[in-house]
């Protein structure tokens, strides 16, 4: 098993940065495939991006690529994720998530451990 803690959100004007950490604890961090998820108010759990443990597959959404960019550090047990240029639509609690069975990525059922989530608004 793989404990997940998100951390780094806050509000921010339209146009400006944050850069998302997710920590995981355990000694295997480096089998497990690691995702991030959002989540707006009424809305379902969006995939945004993921990063495969060997970093041979890196996926993004179409609506923030060129603008996100999702890392990992597996000597720090953390992935990253940057955000530039943010909107107002990219206002979510975003969740980091983890799974050793690489399948549909971008389906957040494939994913099997979630950490609890931090909230990010974008201001216009």
């Known amino acids: 098993q793989v404990q997940l803690e998100e951390s780094g959100g806050g509000l921010v004007q339209a146009g400006g940065s944050l850069r998302l950490s997710c920590a995981a604890s355990?000694?295997?961090?480096?089998?497990?495939?690691m995702g991030w998820f959002r989540q707006a108010p009424g809305k379902e759990r969006d995939f945004v991006a993921v990063?495969?443990?060997?970093?041979?597959?890196?996926a993004y959404a179409d609506s923030v690529k060129g603008r996100f960019t999702i890392s990992r550090d597996n000597a720090k047990n953390t992935v990253y994720l940057q955000m530039n240029s943010l909107k107002p639509e990219d206002t979510a609690v975003y969740y980091c998530?983890?799974?050793?069975?690489?399948?549909?990525?971008?389906?957040?059922?494939?994913?099997?451990?979630w950490g609890q989530g931090t909230q990010v608004t974008v201001s216009s």
């Open positions: 998530a983890a799974t050793t069975v690489w399948g549909q990525m971008k389906d957040r059922r494939a994913y099997d451990f």
């Open positions: 355990g000694r295997t961090f480096s089998a497990y495939h």
């Open positions: 990063w495969s443990r060997t970093g041979g597959n890196i």
